[in-house]
């Protein structure tokens, strides 16, 4: 590797480009978060749910998202799902960042997937027992899984779903391939520009590292401060 | 969306192959099982290390499970581009820095199945085997490893299916997998993005769910035997 030179891609424009790209990253990780969890909550409990429609409903979202690609779903929401909307919508969209619009589309129903299933595993960890010891001693349901199950099972959902979100701020990078100027996209942008390409993948993969190792320490400090206890 | 798979169902099969490179369904299967047989014993070195008992050769390899795990694959794939025609000397073609960068990543998390693997087999099993006079390498050999490697085969089909998927990121260095073809056939219509992904999403649903289901009948059996 002759003369390594961050400097060279580190000067203001480059760096302006950069940091963008790297905001735009954590942006697109932060709405899909927000959206896919509720999402996800509501997937798992239509899968636990005793009625036959809801848990036909969430298995085939789950199976759906999760064994279709990422890429192969972004491209599905950037070309094919505009021309299914309605006109005003269709322009609406193209006036409006489609192609973040459509990032977060698709990041969201990918993660909710996975999501899904760590939640709904963490509530089958629960022994039923501890659901009927709760009824027998006079709790309502609500008050049964709100006091006795969903403590327990908390415990057992946070650390999976740190561990998606992980995977969630490394596929961001994904959305590149629709034009979403996230920080993989600046990458491919300071490169050209520059013609460095070691030096600009170096930085951008210690951010990428940065905020996953701090992902990581987040998982690790929730499995010391609150360890799944045997019942 | 039948007629498209009607006059398109060659090439989504195998590219342009025989008049020009394979490609295709047929290349994306390839490419990942070719992947994930490399993949394999690089995991179970990397694995064997990160339960090394020896520190020079357990902290270097555990720092670089997590740079790994913690980097995205595309990054990988990158890097593969930039460094492999330094490394080789002359330019690599898209399918040999896919399979470098796809061996690399994927070596990173066997390692994290292998590690678990050993780990879930009880102490026991090793203490018996060392007091019975065979040394480290035999017990890891004869007894620890074809224990483990019970437990970990859901987790390696699974772990199939994920690099299914990943071979998908081949279409952003235009190597001619499955979803570049499909893009291809998109450019050529213009008209019919629907139908041409919709086609695209389903041969992958197909594929991997198939494969995730034969997962999950090995998990059930797994513990049915074990109990």
Same mark, same amino acid.
């Given at each position: 590797? +002759?003369? !390594?030179?961050?400097?060279?891609v580190?000067?203001d424009?480059?760096?302006?480009?950069?940091?963008?790209?790297?905001?735009?990253?954590?942006e697109?990780?932060?709405?899909t978060?927000?959206?896919?969890?509720?999402l996800?909550?509501?997937?798992?409990?239509?899968?636990?749910? /005793? &009625?036959?429609?809801?848990?036909?409903?969430? *298995?085939?979202?789950?199976?759906?998202f999760?064994?279709?690609?990422?890429?192969?779903?972004?491209?599905?929401?950037? !070309?094919?799902v505009?021309?299914?909307?309605?006109e005003?919508l269709?322009?609406?969209?193209?006036?409006?960042?489609?192609?973040?619009?459509?990032? &977060?589309?698709?990041?969201?129903?990918?993660?909710?997937? !996975?999501?899904?299933?760590?939640i709904?595993s963490?509530?089958r960890? &629960?022994?039923?027992?501890q659901?009927?010891?709760a009824?027998?001693?006079?709790?309502? *349901?609500?008050? /049964?899984?709100?006091?006795? &199950?969903?403590?327990?099972?908390?415990r057992?959902?946070?650390? +999976?779903?740190?561990?998606?979100?992980?995977?969630?701020?490394?596929?961001?990078s994904i959305?590149t391939?629709?034009?979403?100027?996230?920080?993989?996209?600046q990458?491919?942008?300071?490169?050209?520009? /520059?013609?460095?390409?070691?030096e600009? !993948?170096?930085?951008?993969?210690?951010?990428?590292?940065?905020?996953?190792?701090?992902?990581?320490?987040?998982?690790?400090?929730?499995?010391?401060? *609150?360890?799944?206890r045997? /019942? | 969306?039948?007629?498209?798979?009607d006059?398109?169902?060659?090439?989504?099969?195998?590219?342009?192959?025989?008049d020009?490179?394979?490609? #295709?369904?047929?290349?994306?299967?390839?490419? #990942?099982?070719?992947?994930?047989?490399?993949?394999?014993?690089?995991?179970?070195?990397?694995?064997?290390?990160?339960?090394?008992?020896?520190?020079?050769?357990?902290?270097?390899v555990?720092?670089?499970?997590?740079?790994?795990?913690?980097?995205?694959?595309?990054?990988?794939?990158?890097?593969?581009?930039?460094?492999?025609?330094?490394?080789?000397g002359? @330019?690599?073609?898209?399918?040999?820095?896919?399979?470098?960068?796809?061996?690399?990543?994927?070596?990173?998390?066997l390692?994290?199945?292998?590690?678990?693997?050993?780990? #879930?087999?009880?102490?026991g099993?090793?203490?018996?085997?060392?007091?019975?006079?065979?040394?480290y390498?035999? $017990?890891?050999?004869?007894?620890?490893?074809?224990?483990?490697a019970?437990?970990?085969?859901?987790?390696?089909?699974?772990?199939?299916?994920?690099?299914? @998927?990943?071979?998908?990121?081949?279409y952003?260095? #235009?190597? $001619?997998?499955?979803?570049?073809?499909?893009?291809?056939?998109?450019t050529?219509?213009?008209?019919?993005?629907?139908?041409?992904?919709?086609?695209? $999403?389903?041969?992958?649903?197909?594929?991997?769910?198939?494969?995730?289901?034969?997962?999950?009948?090995?998990?059930?059996?797994?513990?049915?035997? $074990?109990?």
């Amino acid at each position: 590797m +002759p003369n !390594f030179d961050l400097a060279a891609v580190l000067t203001d424009e480059f760096r302006g480009w950069l940091l963008d790209g790297f905001l735009l990253s954590i942006e697109l990780t932060a709405i899909t978060w927000l959206i896919a969890l509720p999402l996800a909550t509501f997937i798992a409990l239509c899968r636990l749910s /005793s &009625v036959r429609v809801a848990r036909g409903l969430g *298995f085939a979202l789950v199976e759906g998202f999760r064994n279709i690609p990422l890429l192969v779903q972004l491209l599905f929401w950037y !070309f094919a799902v505009p021309e299914l909307l309605p006109e005003a919508l269709r322009s609406w969209l193209y006036e409006h960042d489609a192609e973040i619009v459509c990032a &977060v589309a698709g990041l969201t129903f990918y993660t909710a997937a !996975f999501m899904a299933e760590d939640i709904r595993s963490g509530i089958r960890a &629960v022994p039923v027992t501890q659901l009927e010891a709760a009824r027998a001693l006079g709790f309502s *349901f609500l008050a /049964s899984m709100r006091r006795i &199950v969903l403590p327990q099972a908390v415990r057992i959902i946070v650390p +999976p779903l740190i561990s998606q979100t992980l995977n969630l701020w490394k596929n961001t990078s994904i959305a590149t391939v629709i034009g979403t100027a996230e920080l993989m996209y600046q990458a491919q942008r300071v490169e050209t520009a /520059s013609f460095r390409g070691v030096e600009t !993948f170096t930085v951008v993969t210690l951010a990428y590292l940065a905020v996953s190792l701090l992902i990581t320490a987040l998982s690790v400090w929730f499995q010391r401060r *609150f360890p799944v206890r045997a /019942s | 969306m039948i007629d498209i798979i009607d006059t398109y169902w060659l090439y989504f099969l195998v590219g342009q192959y025989p008049d020009g490179p394979l490609g #295709g369904l047929v290349l994306t299967l390839l490419l #990942g099982f070719t992947a994930v047989v490399l993949a394999l014993p690089l995991g179970v070195l990397l694995g064997l290390a990160r339960v090394s008992v020896r520190r020079w050769l357990r902290w270097p390899v555990t720092a670089l499970v997590y740079v790994v795990r913690g980097t995205p694959l595309l990054m990988v794939v990158f890097w593969a581009y930039f460094f492999l025609p330094s490394v080789t000397g002359h @330019k690599t073609n898209q399918f040999t820095t896919m399979l470098a960068a796809l061996v690399f990543f994927n070596g990173a998390y066997l390692a994290e199945i292998v590690r678990a693997g050993i780990q #879930g087999i009880a102490k026991g099993q090793m203490e018996c085997a060392r007091s019975l006079g065979l040394n480290y390498t035999q $017990a890891m050999r004869y007894i620890i490893l074809p224990q483990a490697a019970r437990n970990m085969l859901p987790s390696l089909v699974n772990q199939f299916v994920t690099t299914i @998927k990943e071979t998908s990121l081949g279409y952003i260095i #235009g190597l $001619a997998e499955l979803s570049f073809v499909a893009s291809q056939i998109n450019t050529q219509l213009l008209t019919r993005p629907v139908a041409v992904f919709g086609t695209l $999403a389903l041969a992958y649903f197909i594929l991997c769910l198939g494969l995730s289901r034969i997962a999950y009948y090995l998990e059930v059996r797994r513990s049915r035997v $074990a109990t």
